[in-house]
């Protein structure tokens, strides 16, 4: 599998609770910024389907959006362990 290495930086706070959380296993840290990473972009393109959606049809009622939370909330979706649960 073929990588893009990067530098990032984080604030003391967080890079703190990181390495609290994660000890030395540093080798797991691409792993979970991947995942977030994707997680994030996932949302991003969710908003932005929603948004192109509206902008077409015009603005989700509140009937249209409680069945879209129920819809979602019952959905069956299956989880992977993370990647930095080993």
Known sequence: MTVTKRSVSFSPEVWGE??????????QLSPLVNAALTHYLHLKRSLEAARAWEAEFGPLTLEERAEADRLLDGADVSLSPAPWQG
């Open 18 to 27: 990181v390495a609290r959380i994660m000890g030395d296993g540093g080798a």
